[in-house]
Structure formats: structure tokens, C-alpha cells
């Protein structure tokens, strides 16, 4: 059974702690939902499942009755004492104290080596700061991610999924168009956590795509914050009017209003172009 909204609540005051707004904790307590968001996912007996930003573990304690096995980071101290202390025992579960990336692009050692090379799912509520760097680092870097499964912030959702002209759209939105499939699980109202979130929440899966276009994901998301770093200016301004533009593709169009697979032919029209100057 899920931990209560009493039951956080106990656990933390008797170790004298409180929720951190500087790092995103906000405790979700709708045990229909955080189930949902497990169900979802689809793991069980003998999955290796990345969990971050556990909090008091309940989500944790869940995934572990399910016969997963679990690696879960936690940046704040207390808690991962408390973890320590109510699952230090369990054989599945092994925890990581401190940052879940290393520079905002790669994921820390630590838990890469928890890892073991293995592959894994994603299943978390993610502290808010943390859910852009993680998805994309995981999707471009991790190709043993086998899928994620998450609630973030509704507007990084919106980022997530976002089309061509929209104002959420962006280099996330290009990186995980091409290489996920991306769908909303459920929307959660500032009720469903404790303490209440100032914003919405939405649970999101992010699946990897068996047919996406081999490429250099970690150099093409690089690319895509480059075009996108002045999203208004026209892309012959960003690249240079010499660029070897794609069929399709003009010098005065704008990041903004590009599909991903234009992007791509860019790239890809980047890439040869400095092969070619590295040649001569």
C-alpha cells in the first residue's frame, strides 16, 4: 500500500525534515495515479528500473512489490539517510546519493555504473528542475533506456510533444520526435501532490522509436540548440547564406516553423559540409 499523506508526513518530522522547494519536492499522494504511472510502464519481476528523486520512497516501495529491481538517486541528504534506513535492507534496491547528472549532460558515474550496462526503464516523479536535461540526456546518450515514464511539469510535456509554429516547440521537441514516441498518460491538478505545486503536472511516456533514423542523436541535439538558440532570426543568419541548404529549406525560413525531418536533412547537409572542409 502507497504511504499517506500522514504517513510522508510522520516520516519526515520525526527525522526533522520538510519538503525543499529549491529542489522540486513535491510528494505525489494520489496512490491511483502513481499506480497508473506503473502500470503504464509495463515493468515487473526482473526489470531494472532508474528511479529519481524518490523522496520517502513510496513510488519506490511500489516498484519493488512488483518484483522490479530498482536504482534510485536522491540529491537530498535526509532523504537518502531515511531510504537508507527503511530499504537499506533489500536486496533490489540500490541508492545513489546526489546529482542524477554530471554537467547537465551526462548522467553521473555512480549510477552508471549501478547500471551496469543493462537495460533499463525510467519510472519517476521527477523533481521539475531536473525532467528537460534527464529526458534528453537519457534519449540521446542512453540508448539502453529503454523507455521513460514520468510525471514532469505540464509545460515540459508540452515542450515534449510539441509541432512546428507552436510556441513550446523546440529542440527538445525535434530530438524526441525523431526518436520517441511521445504520450500523455494523465494531467495531474496541483491536489494530487503535497504540497501543492504552483503549476500542472502531466504524466508522460516517452518510448524509443524501433525505426528511428541512425544518426549522431547527441550531435543533432547540439545542432537543434544551435538553430533554435535565436529561433526567430531567419536560419540563413544562424548557418550562413553559403549553407548547403536541403531541398525544401530556404535561408530565410525560421527554426520555429521547421518540421523535424527538415532539421534533419540539415544536419545531416551540416555533417557532410565539415567533412568535406576537414578533407580539403
Given amino acids: 500500500m502507497p504511504q499517506t499523506l500522514s504517513e510522508i508526513r510522520d516520516l519526515l518530522a520525526s527525522r526533522g525534515l520538510a519538503p525543499r522547494h529549491a529542489l522540486g519536492q513535491n510528494f505525489l499522494i494520489d496512490h491511483n495515479l502513481l499506480r497508473r504511472l506503473v502500470d503504464e510502464s509495463g515493468v515487473g519481476a526482473g526489470d531494472l528500473v532508474l528511479e529519481i528523486g524518490p523522496g520517502t520512497g513510496t513510488l519506490t516501495e511500489e516498484l ?3 518484483g522490479c529491481e530498482v536504482v534510485a538517486c536522491e540529491l537530498d541528504r535526509g532523504l537518502a539517510a531515511l531510504l537508507r534506513e527503511r530499504l537499506g535492507d533489500e536486496p533490489r534496491f540500490t541508492l545513489v546519493e546526489g546529482d542524477c547528472l554530471e554537467g547537465k549532460r551526462t548522467l553521473a558515474p555512480r549510477i552508471v555504473g549501478a547500471l551496469a550496462g543493462r537495460p533499463f526503464t525510467l519510472v519517476a ?8 536535461p534527464l529526458i ?8 539502453d533506456c529503454r523507455a521513460m515514464y514520468a510525471t514532469i511539469q505540464r509545460e515540459v510535456a508540452e515542450r515534449l ?7 513550446a516547440y523546440g529542440p527538445l521537441s525535434v530530438v524526441v520526435a525523431l526518436l520517441a514516441r511521445v504520450r500523455t498518460i494523465a494531467t495531474l491538478g496541483p491536489e494530487c501532490f503535497w504540497p501543492r505545486p504552483e503549476v500542472t503536472s502531466a504524466m508522460v511516456a516517452v518510448e524509443r522509436r524501433p525505426d528511428a533514423p541512425p544518426l549522431d542523436a547527441r550531435a543533432f541535439a547540439d545542432f537543434c540548440q544551435r538553430v533554435f538558440a535565436q529561433r526567430r532570426k531567419q536560419i540563413g543568419s544562424v548557418l550562413g547564406r553559403d549553407f548547403p541548404w536541403p531541398e525544401g529549406v530556404r ?15 540539415m544536419f545531416r547537409a551540416e555533417v557532410v559540409r565539415s567533412g568535406a572542409d576537414r578533407v580539403a
Fill in 161 to 167: 510533444g510539441a509541432s512546428p509554429a507552436m510556441k
Fill in 125 to 132: 516523479n521527477l523533481p521539475y528542475g531536473a525532467a528537460t
Fill in 64 to 66: 519493488l512489490a512488483r
Fill in 136 to 143: 534528453l540526456t537519457l534519449l540521446v546518450d542512453r540508448a
Fill in 251 to 265: 535561408p530565410t525560413d525560421r527554426a520555429e516553423s521547421l518540421p523535424p525531418g527538415a532539421l534533419l536533412e
